[in-house]
């Protein structure tokens, strides 16, 4: 008889999933403070310091610069539209309406993503601005 089937699973154990589900509230917690923080920062930083890097003319196109500011505002935009689909989503588990949660979750997942990816984007906009003006 295999010793591993008469073990419990850690599945099993409530302190286990209690202390599981405690480090993932905090992951996605820091998950979205990170994009807070990065996509502000990049935004300050690009605004504020961007002529102190490019020697901005009237020659200089500044479309990837702009494209770059308004995905970071968009990736800013888009974490806070999850908070409130996440809020929404643990309502309807609470009230016991699980197909509600599982729409209202699905929506947060696809804000999280996006809000990378709108990040990523203003990273690389600004990127190629400055290199294609310096």
Not at 40 to 49: D, N, R
Not at 121 to 126: A, E, N
Request: charged share 20%; net charge negative.
């Amino acid at each position: 008889m295999n010793e591993e089937n008469n073990q419990r699973q850690p599945e099993d154990d409530p302190e286990w999933l209690k202390t599981v589900r405690a480090n993932r509230d905090y992951a996605a917690e820091q998950f979205d403070k990170l994009v807070v923080y990065i996509s502000s920062g990049a935004l300050v930083l690009t605004i504020g310091f961007v002529k102190d890097i490019i020697d901005i003319t009237s020659k200089t196109n500044t479309v990837l610069l702009k494209l770059s500011w308004i995905s970071f505002t968009l990736a800013l935009l888009t974490i806070l539209l999850s908070q409130i689909t996440s809020v929404k989503a643990m309502d309807y588990q609470l009230d016991y309406k699980e197909s509600k949660a599982k729409r209202w979750d699905k929506a947060t997942d696809w804000l999280n993503w996006m809000s990378v990816g709108l990040l990523i984007s203003g990273i690389i906009l600004f990127i190629v601005f400055i290199w294609t003006n310096v």
